[in-house]
Each structure stands twice: as structure tokens, then as C-alpha cells.
């Protein structure tokens, strides 16, 4: 692929470096930086091992979105990030910026939607490969075939464990749960997520979710079947959760409606505004050493003058 488009869920490994580093990493005028040194050792370390050819960051925007709208409940019970996350935002939008790789948020969707819209506008160039960045399995939802992987960077916790970091093709996605990729939002619809509190249907679990996804094949074939031939469903699970699908069928579908990555958000990808080499490098060195981040440098990725200069001796 001569095109190998990185796309970043910002908060989601902000939320992660956060986490990860501790709180007592400061800029030299006292600055928390945790967070911004993590994120910004990630992005690093992704460039490192992935290679990108080009690079975007989606964002949050903190606003309701169209599900809060849908379900008054979505991630109503989510506690609020911790003001020395908040505190940390705009200085990793900062470090982003001066890479100047393009960064979005739109109102009324969250990253991953917008990740979603970008992975599929990228892949219509057949000489394209996508991979998303991020810590949230919702985007595996997104996997197609060696044209969209994701990649979950290593989690190291404050006590020092650590597991690495885990690249998802669809071999790999269905060797874990099972089922294929696109399959996942309907296993979700049933069985709920009770991190952003989406209902599913109630008394259905995992296991239950899974036989019956991995049977029919997904959710509007399940309930074909139940209305057609509700006897294969009992034979499968039992009159009790066969039971439980016909009374928790409005919430299945208004589970997978929250559930499901939007496609069709309104952004636009520019190849030539992601280009990774397109930045100025004394603006980042700057940056980073007034942050104290000088491990990092050795780290940035080659600019236009370095990609130049490769190329009249190769």
C-alpha cells in the first residue's frame, strides 16, 4: 500500500495516558504533564511501529451528542474526567497542532464516528491502508479485511504492569469473540455495555448474546427467524430468554442504534493536509523541550527537508 493513513481516537488515549504516567511529571515551571508526556510517547511510538504515510486526530467535542439525544441515559453514569485530565487537553491539541496533523471534532458525534467517516473515505483510494489508533473495542466494529485495522497501544498501570500493544485485522477479531467485525454492534445490542450505559436487552448476557449472533448471523436475522420460526430460538436458548428477545425488542434496536459507528459525519479528508512529513521541525523541538519532553525528540518523525534529502540518495 503506498498510502498507510494512522487515524488517532485523541481522548481515548489521552484517558489512557492519563492513567498510565504519574501525576508527579511536571513541566520545569510546574506544569502537569503527565498525560501530554504519555500521549505524546504514544503518538511516537506509533509512528515508530506503524510507519504511517499520514496522520489525523479525532476528538470529543464535550457536547451532547446525537445518543444523549436518542437515550437520556448514555453514559449517564460515567463519572467526569478528573480536572488534571480536562487541564491537560489543550496542550496535547497543542503538540498535535505543531506536528500540524490535522485534528477534528464535530458537534453532535463522538471521535470514533468520526474516525469511522475518515476510515471509509480513505479506503476508496485502492492504494490506501487504514489503521485506528485507540483503546476503545467499540472500534472493531470498523475492521475490514487488511484495508482497516485497529491497533491498542500498550496500558501500562502506575504500578508498573504492562501488556503490549495488540494490532486487530479480522482474523484476529473473530478468533477472539467469535464472530465477524461487523457482527460486534449486534452483540453489543443484546448484551448491552454497561461502560456507556446502553441497556441491551435485560437478563441477556454475553454468553447468551453470543450463541445467538454466531447462530443467526445478527440482529435483524435473529428476529426473522424468532417471528417466522420462534421454535429454533427456544430449541437454542430456552422459552425464558426467547422470551425476554420478544419483550426487549425495542431496546435491541434502540441498543444498536447507540452502539453503531456512524459513517457519514461531516468531515472531509485531505491526503495532502495529513501528510505526517509536512511540519516544521524547530517548532516542534521548541515545544518539546520547554516541556522537558527531549527524549522524545530523537523520536519525530522525518520532515519535508528529511524526506527531500533520502530521496537524492536513494
Same mark, same amino acid.
Given at each position: ?234 430449541? %437454542? ?5 426467547? !422470551?425476554?428477545? +420478544?419483550?426487549? /425488542? @425495542?431496546? *435491541?434496536?434502540? &441498543? ?19 501528510? %505526517? ?5 524547530? !517548532?516542534?523541538? +521548541?515545544?518539546? /523541550? @520547554?516541556? *522537558?519532553?527531549? &527524549? ?19
Amino acid at each position: 500500500m503506498s498510502k498507510r493513513l494512522v487515524l488517532v481516537d485523541g481522548m481515548a488515549i489521552l484517558h489512557r495516558a492519563y492513567h498510565a504516567y504519574p501525576l508527579s511529571l511536571t513541566a520545569p515551571d510546574g506544569e502537569l504533564t503527565n498525560a501530554v508526556y504519555g500521549f505524546t510517547t504514544i503518538l511516537m511510538t506509533v509512528i515508530e511501529k506503524l510507519k504511517p504515510s499520514h496522520v489525523v486526530v479525532a476528538w470529543d467535542v464535550g457536547k451532547p451528542t446525537f445518543r444523549h439525544k436518542e437515550y437520556k441515559g448514555y453514559k449517564a453514569r460515567r463519572e467526569k474526567p478528573d480536572d488534571e485530565l480536562i487541564g491537560q487537553i489543550g496542550r496535547t491539541q497543542e503538540v498535535v497542532e505543531v506536528l500540524n496533523i490535522p485534528q477534528f471534532g464535530v458537534e453532535g458525534y463522538e471521535a470514533d464516528d468520526v474516525v469511522g467517516t475518515l476510515s471509509r473515505q480513505a479506503i476508496k483510494d485502492i492504494e490506501s491502508e487504514v489503521i485506528i489508533v485507540t483503546g476503545d473495542r467499540d472500534a472493531l466494529q470498523l475492521v475490514r479485511e487488511e484495508k482497516v485495522r485497529v491497533w491498542m497501544p500498550a496500558a501500562p498501570s502506575r504500578q508498573g504492569q504492562s501488556r503490549g500493544p495488540m494490532l486487530y485485522d479480522r482474523e484476529a477479531v473473530v478468533a477472539k469473540y467469535g464472530m465477524r467485525p461487523e457482527q460486534l454492534v449486534d452483540l453489543k445490542a443484546l448484551m448491552g455495555d454497561s461502560s456507556d450505559d446502553i441497556p441491551g436487552i435485560k437478563g441477556i448476557g454475553e454468553k447468551t448474546a453470543s450463541k445467538l449472533i454466531i447462530e443467526f448471523g445478527g440482529l435483524d436475522e435473529l428476529y426473522q427467524v424468532l417471528k417466522k420460526d420462534r421454535n429454533r430460538v427456544v430449541e %437454542l436458548v430456552g422459552e425464558r430468554f426467547t !422470551r425476554m428477545l +420478544e419483550e426487549g /425488542e @425495542k431496546d *435491541a434496536y434502540m &441498543s444498536r442504534k447507540l452502539g453503531k459507528i456512524v459513517l457519514e459525519v461531516p468531515v472531509k479528508l485531505s491526503w495532502e493536509k495529513c501528510k %505526517l512529513s509536512n511540519y516544521d521541525r524547530k !517548532r516542534v523541538v +521548541e515545544l518539546f /523541550e @520547554k516541556l *522537558a519532553f527531549r &527524549s522524545l525528540i530523537d523520536k519525530l518523525p522525518n520532515d519535508e527537508w528529511d524526506e527531500n534529502l533520502e530521496g537524492l540518495f536513494s
